[in-house]
């Protein structure tokens, strides 16, 4: 509860003769400390009936009411000229716990964020284009702000993934108990960046796995931005092992999400049970096997990985995949994930645990996403 601040559409004031100078002294004092837009807030916003739930993107975007501060730091000119991908930060500062944070491109959702910072990079198509952060906290308070960018050329991508620091992960379950990287138990996995060695550059990054549970598993991914106007991705990683007898399997996916739909290209190296690699089923949320063997890669050796992906309509297409330089047609079609409210284009990484959970690491080198 902010405190007893008298706003317009609550305030009813009772006074009689003297008595009205009092009340009026008391509502300007009760109303120091509070932020201004809550002090000067000619309506009372709407807190949303339930904060642990993503609600689908209202385009067009919603208005401001009674806002907050928010800001773009880059691009940082108003008109600026930027190469696509365009990295973006902003920062708004809500009076009350952040519950939605968006950006919009043209009026369209693309990137859904839980905290209340952007750090990422937008894809855009060449010309101008209108941004706009959306924040709203969980008191219903709403803020908006708005910066013009034209975009003069497409640039290659993402690089250097790898080194980036907003890696996200989480083992079998989400604490809300939404599935996260599956398996029989909670892995014990840590990830380390700067690695010297092994290095291809001399920057790799560690992943290592072990736990008490047999079958468990890690899931770590990086957000790296947003977009809706490509369409074609090339997920381009070396990759190391430092015993490559103890994965079950190893995973590398790409995600795109926005007009409530994600499109998931899940790819995994299934060492003990199919032999091949599999890929992932958006709609039925299931693994298939395609006809690309997949045999245990030897240890302490660096593996180039290119897989090649489009979306094609509602449908995920895995066009290619190479594999330590030789290259195999896939060719397969699956339908996208519906009712997914979390606007994103990310990377990401998978540990899994066999029936010994045998500690391994796996460092990755080089990694980089190019989009058209």
């Known amino acids: ?144 702000v708005t910066q013009q960018v034209v975009v003069t050329s497409q640039g290659p991508g993402v690089s250097g993934i790898q080194n980036m620091s907003n890696w996200i992960s989480c083992s079998a379950a989400f604490t809300s108990g939404a599935t996260c990287a599956a398996g029989l138990g909670v892995a014990k996995s840590s990830l380390t960046r700067h690695q010297s060695t092994p290095s291809l550059d001399g920057s790799a990054t560690k992943f290592s796995l072990a736990g008490n549970h047999a079958y468990s598993n890690e899931l770590y991914w990086n957000p790296l931005g947003a977009g809706n106007s490509v369409s074609h991705f090339t997920y381009d990683l070396y990759f190391y092992i430092d015993d490559a007898n103890a994965p079950q399997s190893l995973e590398f996916d790409v995600n795109q999400a926005f007009d409530n739909t994600r499109w998931t290209w899940g790819t995994q190296c299934d060492f003990n049970q199919t032999g091949k690699w599999n890929v992932w089923d958006d709609l039925h949320g299931v693994w298939v096997p395609i006809p690309v063997p997949c045999n245990r890669f030897p240890s302490k050796t660096w593996i180039h990985l290119v897989w090649h992906f489009e979306r094609v309509g509602n449908q995920v297409h895995y066009i290619d995949v190479d594999v330590a330089g030789t290259d195999y047609m896939v060719d397969q079609y699956y339908t996208s994930q519906p009712q997914w409210y979390q606007e994103e284009v990310d990377i990401a990484f998978q540990m899994d645990g066999n029936y010994k959970q045998q500690p391994y690491n796996v460092w990755l080198d080089e990694v980089s996403l190019d989009a058209y």
């Not at 006074?15 to 008391?26: C, E, M, N, T």
């Not at 109303?31 to 739930?53: E, H, I």
């Not at 928010?70 to 008109?79: E, H």
Request: hydrophobic fraction near 45%; include cysteine; charged fraction near 10%.
């Open 1 to 144: 509860m902010r405190g007893i601040c008298l706003r317009p559409s609550r305030a009813r004031l009772w006074f009689w003769g003297s008595l009205l100078l009092v009340a009026i002294a008391a509502v300007l004092v009760s109303c120091q400390g509070l932020p201004s837009n809550v002090a000067n807030c000619p309506v009372t916003p709407v807190p949303p009936a339930n904060t642990s739930v993503v609600p689908p993107a209202q385009e067009p975007p919603p208005q401001a009411l009674c806002g907050f501060p928010v800001q773009f730091t880059s691009p940082a000119v108003n008109g600026q000229t930027v190469t696509s991908p365009a990295l973006v930060i902003a920062t708004a500062t809500p009076p009350d716990p952040i519950y939605t944070l968006r950006l919009y491109v043209d009026g369209k959702a693309v990137l859904y964020s839980f905290t209340t910072n952007v750090h990422q990079y937008v894809w855009m198509a060449n010309g101008p284009h209108t941004l706009e952060i959306v924040a709203e906290d969980t008191a219903g308070y709403i803020a908006t």
